[in-house]
């Protein structure tokens, strides 16, 4: 194994104010204030609003934004399957616009989706392989909310996208990988992070993401993650039972802590998070570059997708669920509004925001 891989650099886990500081998407916060642990994130999100938001208009609509949000939310826990999707499809859509409110000068009146559930998904023989979403094209007037909500939290989108198949979107959502994997019958393709940190140099005065994941867990796929990682390289490991991987280093002038921030925007789309209780849990992906999506988006615009066929084909909606992909169908619908809610929420923010340890 000697010289297949550079070496590793040679640093120091980041400490401010003799803290360590965990791997974070919000690192200047976590370095602050430490994580958000709370069982109710509408309060916390309200609160965080009321406090931080000084012009009345823009405070004031985004609170609407969020209390619709909510009861979108809170209404989408008692139906039956069939009418959840929609209702948290509305509390998705309130949630980006509270986030834009906050974020942006967008006027928010008059906008509209920026999402298609194409007429071309009406078929006879329907099943959920055969259906696709469709991302408005740039460009023109209303405002189209999905594009400027992806912008805003840092991703591009093509000028003309070309339609996703649903299945795709569904494979890019972490929280059930392993049952998309499963049922779709294809390779899995999120591995479990087991050690992520910020690391530096004081000598050169540098900093860095290192990670590394368990070889029993990636070793059969290391070429596919090398091919569409686009700001990880694999390095030398210590560790033999480890793949090591490290980001493009950033200098800084002072403290590692400038760089951090920064850090985490250029590789945020190669690392994935799961909510749990207490923090997160972080994931290794090797989806292709081609298809591959924002965290957020993918359970938004899937989320989209079967609100439409709830809404306006309740009928088909009601074939999926039952067919034989109606369990991953389920499960995302069933689990993954609240990972959505505690990660856009941690991104309104700018904190980390987690639920409480069990016990």
């Not at 989706?113 to 392989?129: A, W, Y």
């Not at 994997?181 to 393709?189: G, V």
């Not at 280093?249 to 998070?273: C, G």
């Amino acid at each position: 194994m000697a010289g297949r891989y550079p070496r590793a650099r040679v640093g120091k886990k980041v400490v401010v104010r003799g803290v360590p500081v965990p791997f974070t998407f919000w690192p200047d916060a976590y370095v602050t204030r430490g994580r958000v642990v709370t069982s109710d994130p509408w309060i916390c999100l309200l609160s965080h609003v009321r406090q931080t938001v000084e012009d009345d208009k823009r405070r004031e609509r985004a609170i609407a934004f969020l209390e619709q949000a909510k009861d979108f939310f809170q209404a989408a826990t008692a139906p039956q399957i069939g009418s959840k999707p929609l209702l948290y499809y509305y509390s998705f859509m309130n949630m980006a616009k509270a986030f834009l409110t906050v974020r942006t000068s967008f006027d928010l009146k008059r906008c509209i989706h920026g999402l298609k559930d194409p007429q071309e998904n009406i078929v006879k023989r329907m099943t959920i392989t055969s259906q696709f979403v469709k991302v408005d094209d740039a460009g023109g007037k209303p405002v189209k909310l999905y594009r400027e909500f992806i912008r805003e939290c840092g991703f591009k989108l093509p000028a003309k996208p070309a339609p996703t198949k649903v299945v795709d979107l569904l494979e890019q959502i972490v929280g059930i990988h392993r049952i998309t994997s499963h049922t779709l019958k294809r390779n899995r393709q999120f591995f479990p992070i087991k050690d992520i940190v910020f690391e530096h140099d004081s000598k050169t005065k540098q900093a860095w993401i290192a990670l590394c994941v368990e070889r029993g867990e990636i070793d059969n796929s290391s070429s596919d993650v090398k091919k569409n990682t686009s700001r990880f390289k694999e390095v030398e490991s210590t560790d033999r039972d480890c793949r090591r991987y490290e980001s493009e280093p950033l200098s800084y002038s002072k403290s590692p802590r400038q760089v951090l921030i920064e850090l985490v925007q250029n590789t945020r789309q190669d690392i994935w998070s799961e909510l749990r209780p207490g923090g997160y849990r972080f994931w290794f992906s090797s989806i292709p570059k081609a298809r591959r999506r924002a965290q957020l988006a993918s359970g938004y615009e899937a989320m989209f997708y079967f609100g439409s066929v709830s809404r306006y084909r309740p009928e088909d909606f009601q074939k999926l669920t039952a067919s034989k992909h109606g369990w991953m169908i389920q499960e995302f619908i069933n689990t993954q509004p609240l990972q959505f809610i505690y990660f856009l929420g941690s991104d309104l923010m700018g904190a980390e925001m987690v639920v409480p340890e069990l016990g």
